[in-house]
């Protein structure tokens, strides 16, 4: 499989779902809310994490230290609303805004799994003593 570790494959699909629910969700906010702010963040967001999804196949350690600086941004952007909602989290989830929410905040955490996971590999070919 092109010589990458199936870490890294997991890291790019991760990623890249992650950069087009973050698209997904800026578009939502748009036309929900006619937040153009939620367009344009969600929209460069969304096209840096698909960046770094294609970039791994060149440059692995920066593309995933990419992903892994936008998915902490954006946790730090959708993790204290819904830590702020958690008392009303089925309510919360049942909305537009929450349930754009949750999926960010689980796409976050998955993109910081799968992107340290995979930069933890080593690719160099293994020398057994």
């Known amino acids: 499989m092109n010589g990458l570790p199936a ?11 992650y950069g087009l629910a973050s698209i997904g969700g800026g578009i939502l906010g748009y036309v ?8 344009v963040a969600g929209g460069i967001a969304g096209l840096l994490l698909l960046l770094c999804a294609v ?10 230290g ?7 941004l954006l946790l730090g952007r959708f993790l204290p609303k819904l830590i702020q909602k958690w008392n009303q ?9 929450g349930a754009v929410t949750v999926v960010m905040v689980i796409g976050g955490m998955l993109v910081l799994i799968a992107a340290a996971l995979a930069l933890a590999v080593k690719t160099g070919p293994s ?3």
């Open 7 to 17: 870490t890294y494959w997991f890291a790019v699909a991760i990623t890249a779902l």
């Open 32 to 39: 929900g809310a006619h937040s153009m702010a939620s367009l």
């Open 55 to 64: 970039g791994v196949f060149y440059a692995p350690a920066v593309s995933l």
């Open 66 to 72: 990419g992903a892994i600086i936008l998915a902490v």
């Open 89 to 97: 989290l089925g309510e919360f989830a049942s909305t537009t805004i």
């Open 127 to 129: 020398n057994p003593s």
